[in-house]
Each structure stands twice: as structure tokens, then as C-alpha cells.
């Protein structure tokens, strides 16, 4: 995990350390999203500012966080499902209980040493490029375009006919894979 800022590679390790206790109890691990998916696959050329995770087991999610330090904060600017670690700096989240709806293929999430505490799971660079297309045609998330084209421009070995066929899913047909090789 060279090359990431300390204080994300820092919270990689906590957030590695939750997933181990998670899977301790029984409880599959929670997969890493959004921003901080975005910030790990860019070497922290991305930065974000919390973690986003998927989790069916949102419940033991929370309690394991509370179990590495995390505490619940309260007040304006806060989100109530966000969680922080007082020696971190950034908050962690569920967004989901379901791997991008239920639309990306959780066979091909990674998992990801921060030894030695153990791996965690991120959602696949594919279905992470699609996710920023989606939000990007929206039409309420412009800068979306930038960190799909930015990933597939650093990682174009990925299973580019899977990643068209995701994009196209998350757009309802509007982009492919033409969008993100127009601007590369």
C-alpha cells in the first residue's frame, strides 16, 4: 500500500482490522467504496475525506467500529450513520447493504493486504469506473467523469468488456467505454 497518504494508509489498517473482526464473529467483511475505493486504485491522487462501505450486516459493522475506538459524533455537519475515530480524521459510513444495488458481480471485489492486521475487500476498479458514469449522468455529480476517466486511465488492463457492459447498466445506455477513452 506504498505510495498512499499516511493518514488513509493509517485508516486502511483500521478499517483491515474492523474487517478481521468482523470475520472473527462469523460475519462476512465490509467491501470499501466510493471516495476512498477511488483514493486506494489512485494512490491517493484522489483524496477523500471518509470511507463509504457496503455491509449486509450493518449492525456488527457499528459494533466492531466501536470496538477499535471509533465513536459516534453528533451536531451539525454530521452524517448520523457516520462513524470517527478520534486518531484518524475521517469518518466511515454504510451506504449500502448490497454491492452497488445488487448490479455488480461481488466475485470480482479484491481484497487487499494492510498486513498485519489482515486484508479488507474493495469493490472492483470495473464496477468503481461504472459507479462514477452513473453518478455522473445523473447530472448532479460533473466531476464524477474526471475520476472515471482518471481510473481507466490507470487501469486499462481491467476486463474491459465487463466495465462497458457495467457503464452502460449505470447510465441506462447514455455512456460506454467510448465516453472514458474520448477523454484519456
Known amino acids: 500500500m506504498s505510495g498512499l497518504r499516511p493518514a488513509f494508509e493509517q485508516a486502511l489498517h483500521v478499517f483491515a482490522a474492523v474487517s478481521a473482526t468482523m470475520e472473527r464473529s462469523g460475519f462476512t467483511a465490509p467491501i470499501l467504496v466510493g471516495g476512498a475505493a477511488v483514493e486506494l486504485y489512485a494512490q491517493s491522487d484522489i483524496a477523500t475525506g471518509d470511507f463509504d462501505v457496503v455491509t449486509t450486516r450493518q449492525d456488527r459493522f457499528e459494533q466492531a467500529l466501536a470496538e477499535h475506538g471509533f465513536i459516534r459524533p453528533s451536531g451539525t455537519g454530521r452524517f448520523a450513520s457516520e462513524w470517527v475515530h478520534p486518531d484518524l480524521g475521517l469518518g466511515f459510513q454504510v451506504v449500502g447493504d448490497s454491492l452497488l444495488d445488487g448490479n455488480a458481480d461481488v466475485g470480482r471485489v479484491r481484497l487487499i493486504a494492510a498486513e498485519p492486521e489482515g486484508t479488507f475487500a474493495v469493490i472492483a476498479v470495473e464496477d468503481l ?37 457495467r457503464i452502460r447498466e449505470e447510465t441506462f445506455g447514455t455512456y460506454g467505454l467510448a465516453d472514458l477513452q474520448s477523454g484519456s
Open 129 to 165: 469506473i461504472a459507479d462514477r458514469m452513473g453518478q455522473y449522468a445523473s447530472g448532479t455529480a460533473p466531476e464524477m467523469l474526471e475520476q472515471a476517466r482518471a481510473l481507466f486511465t490507470l487501469y486499462q488492463d481491467a476486463d474491459l468488456h465487463y466495465m462497458d457492459r
